[in-house]
């Protein structure tokens, strides 16, 4: 228990080792931080951690050097100590099976560091897909004053005409070639052109839905969810940032609540945002012991238009989002949908946040009355091949296939796919319902972002863009099509979708919010007799992942990473 009258231990102070002699302790830690050429003065201040996520393997963490050093400055010159410090780091194309399965151990990380080292507040510098989430999921664990930067969008690159900013467009161009539309040549100067600033992919895929979530959670300012990566402004708010974390910022129990849970799921589907960010939304929530329920998504997806014209669902890149007003700009509109009482970590309102009616942009940020759709871009289906719910991102689906009863054809994991999409002996047509199973968290893959199954070739070939595709893993936040995704239980856990086979019938409805596969019970009972539970890895990180993980509605988190019942 702390002593009532002496104020708890600050700065360098904090969690000191007591064996018995705790002055000892102390005098030990500042004299190995003085080898750093610190003065008595300086160890004195109130310490601020940066969470320093610069890394060779993270292009989209290029700038984090800068960025430190500005928020040092920041944290200087507001009084405090600023002690960077490194961790985990993940970029989504640099790691195998995928960046997912390591979201878990990057939280594990930063809480365990955040927890374990003397500091009082900290500062997290994120950006790439999985960084931002797993930071905030880290930060409500460890419970320590935490404030969010994220390194910003890169800008897009003009090129033959058009502009582009990494994914959305990578996808499109790389369809066209694979539909025999680009040639190789042209896909070799595509590819020096996808991605050319520092920064996170320039559309409004995970990178930036996830920022602009960290921003309405509460754990930084509404527009620095946006500012370009390259730009200066993006230097001044890591000052800021800096400054933000030495003045005593709230802890993260105190800004994520029910309401601030709800401002941030209404912003993602204002934004038309990823569908990743359900998962992460639900895992942050779930640290604070408030959960993400799938059935209250559809309520709120209802009742919440798409406002913004960005791709995937849109036109405009980050960069037009920000010239246009950002996040206050658009949460303005939808005022009246939140709650504009939650406090951030500034121990600010959200209502003061957004301000008085900010200038706007009407292109890329839409009012009320004029919404790219009148409803929100995700919405969740339940069924006999979901009981506990699946996703559809009907915001970059085809309207013409939201209704569709059709055969499955399926494949049994990413090898089988890989193996067969593209024979030209695949017995398919564009009316077939492509299913992809074994995919999920608990699986070797890892819940990978493989549920933008690609167009059979020769389908593809014959102009096909989009079929219906379901699976249990994700989707990127920069793709698009009719993508059924998130199906819970997965295969691997023993969920329906275990026992479907090619040749079933499936009813998708979008109306009426269901998924359903059209096999009679004695049939599955059959199957099911068959079918054989997946073997655990024998060691290490994945055996933890397969002995802990939890599904898509409960965020994909690992068990004993959730609060304790009862704590
Ligand atoms: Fe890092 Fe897209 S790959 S944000
Ligand atoms: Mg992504």
Not at 23 to 31: N, T, W
């Amino acid at each position: 228990m702390t002593d009532p009258i002496s104020p708890p231990p600050h700065g360098l102070a904090r969690n000191a080792a007591n064996y018995g002699d705790k002055e000892f302790a102390l005098y030990l830690r500042r004299s190995f931080a003085k080898s750093m050429g610190y003065s008595q003065a300086m160890l004195e201040r109130p310490v601020v951690g940066i969470a320093d996520t610069g890394s060779d393997l993270n292009n989209c963490h290029r700038s984090v050097p800068e960025l430190v050093e500005a928020a040092k400055r920041g944290a200087l010159a507001a009084g405090a100590l600023p002690l960077a410090f490194p961790t985990v780091s993940l970029c989504e194309p640099s790691l195998f099976p995928c960046s997912m399965h390591y979201r878990n151990l990057m939280a594990l990380d930063t809480e365990a560091m955040v927890t374990a080292q003397p500091i009082d507040a900290v500062l997290l510098i994120g950006g790439c897909d999985k960084t931002v989430p797993a930071q905030l999921m880290a930060a409500v664990s460890a419970d320590v004053p935490a404030v969010m930067l994220v390194t910003g969008p890169m800008l897009a690159q003009r090129f033959e005409g058009e502009r582009l900013a990494a994914c959305t467009d990578c996808r499109r161009w790389w369809a066209r070639y694979r539909a025999g539309d680009v040639t190789e040549a042209q896909i070799a100067r595509v590819e020096g052109k996808l991605a050319t600033t520092s920064g996170t992919c320039g559309v409004m895929g995970t990178a930036s839905t996830m920022a602009c979530l960290a921003a309405v959670l509460g754990f930084m300012p509404l527009l620095d969810a946006s500012i370009p990566a390259v730009h200066s402004d993006r230097l001044r708010a890591a000052e800021e940032a800096g400054a933000l974390a030495a003045s005593k910022p709230r802890r993260p129990s105190e800004v994520v609540t029910e309401q601030s849970v709800e401002n941030t799921l209404r912003t993602l589907l204002a934004l038309g945002g990823s569908t990743n960010a359900l998962i992460h939304l639900a895992a942050i929530a779930g640290r604070a012991g408030i959960k993400v329920d799938l059935h209250k998504l559809n309520a709120l997806s209802d009742t919440t238009p798409v406002l913004v014209d960005l791709k995937p669902t849109g036109e405009g890149y980050m960069e037009d989002f920000h010239a246009a007003g950002g996040l206050p700009a658009m949460l303005w509109e939808m005022r009246d949908l939140l709650h504009l009482d939650a406090v951030d970590v500034a121990g600010r309102t959200l209502g003061e946040k957004i301000g008085e009616s900010p200038w706007v942009d009407r292109t890329y940020i839409r009012a009320r009355e004029t919404p790219v759709s009148p409803v929100g871009g995700i919405v969740t289906l339940f069924g006999s091949l979901a009981p506990d719910g699946a996703i559809l991102k009907r915001s970059a689906a085809t309207p013409a296939l939201f209704e569709t009863e059709a055969r499955a054809i399926v494949f049994d994991g990413v090898e089988d796919l890989a193996a067969r999409i593209d024979s030209p002996d695949l017995d398919v047509t564009a009316e077939d319902i492509l299913i992809l199973k074994n995919t999920g968290p608990l699986t070797p893959a890892g819940m990978p972002e493989a549920g933008y199954l690609p167009i059979p070739r020769k389908l593809a070939r014959t102009g096909v863009k989009d079929m219906v595709r379901m699976s249990d893993c994700r989707m990127s936040g920069t793709a698009f099509g009719t993508v059924v995704l998130h199906i819970s239980p997965e295969a691997a856990a023993g969920g329906p979708l275990a026992l479907v086979e090619t040749g079933d019938r499936i009813r998708l409805s979008v109306k009426n919010r269901s998924l359903d596969l059209l096999v009679e019970a004695a049939v599955l009972a059959e199957r099911r007799a068959k079918w054989i539970a997946p073997p655990s890895p024998g060691r290490g990180w994945d055996r933890l992942v397969f002995d802990q993980v939890t599904q898509a509605p409960e965020g994909v988190d690992l068990r004993f990473l959730q609060p304790a019942p009862n704590a």
